[in-house]
């Protein structure tokens, strides 16, 4: 199956430096990228997604990017704000159905 | 309406208890899910109903019983749990089950078991 590694575990940057959050997947067959964000006690909202025939996609403050031949993926968060502050979820979709399977999430703080 | 609703919010039942929670969307998805999280992990898939119909059971155990009576509603049953299946339990939709729709999650309900 899928085995999604996700990095750093926990990432703490000043308010309008940049964020950078790595992933790797192990599925050659994953073509499907999502990336959610979880506040505390709150559900996972999508905050963008990208697929295996796009190598970058960007959307306001947030990009994400893609190189699958070294099957990895990264979030790139510009001029960070306390509202960043969250749980970052990457996933990679293979199979015939939609499941995902989670990175183990990254705690970004962003501090004044 | 772009929301996935979860009832209840929080639950308490005991090992002996049966207990039920829903979901429901009226964005016209034809996939549902059910995923559980633990408190600073990812969330994990349990079931996967397409068009009313159970197409995946991550090996969940009996305990947990789903159900889909239509397209708008997901119901997950629940009896004889154990204190380890305390969890926040999720439940998503997509417009149909494929290998890149967008999941959109429902808040969850916190769930403990004494």
């Known amino acids: 199956g899928e085995n999604v590694e996700q990095h750093p575990s926990t990432l703490s940057v000043q308010e309008g430096d940049s964020a950078v959050i790595k992933c790797t997947y192990s599925?050659?067959?994953?073509?499907?990228f999502p990336w959610y964000k979880q506040e505390l006690g709150k559900r996972p909202q999508l905050i963008i997604d990208?697929?295996?025939?796009?190598g970058e996609k960007k959307d306001q403050r947030i990009a994400v990017t893609l190189n699958k031949t070294a099957k990895h993926f990264s979030l790139h968060i510009t001029e960070t704000q306390p509202e960043d502050s969250a749980v970052y979820f990457c996933?990679?979709?293979?199979?015939?159905?939609?499941?995902?399977?989670f990175g183990t999430g990254t705690r970004l703080q962003v501090t004044l | 309406d772009t929301e996935v609703t979860q009832t209840p919010k929080h639950l308490v039942m005991g090992m002996t208890n049966k207990k039920s929670l829903k979901c429901e969307q009226h964005?016209?998805?034809?996939?549902m899910y059910w995923y559980k999280q633990k408190a600073k992990k990812p969330p994990e898939l349990m079931f996967v109903?397409?068009?009313?119909?159970?197409?995946i059971n991550e090996s969940v155990p009996s305990r947990f019983s789903p159900e889909c009576p239509n397209s708008s509603l997901l119901n997950l049953h629940l009896h004889a749990l154990q204190p380890e299946d305390s969890a926040l339990y999720l439940c998503?939709?997509?417009?149909?089950?494929?290998?890149?729709?967008?999941?959109?999650f429902g808040s969850g309900t916190q769930l403990s078991v004494l």
């Open positions: 998503a939709s997509s417009q149909i089950e494929s290998l890149n729709e967008k999941l959109f």
């Open positions: 599925d050659s067959a994953s073509n499907y």
């Open positions: 990208i697929r295996s025939n796009v």
């Open positions: 996933a990679a979709n293979t199979g015939t159905a939609s499941k995902l399977t």
């Open positions: 964005m016209g998805h034809r996939a």
């Open positions: 109903y397409s068009y009313e119909k159970l197409s």
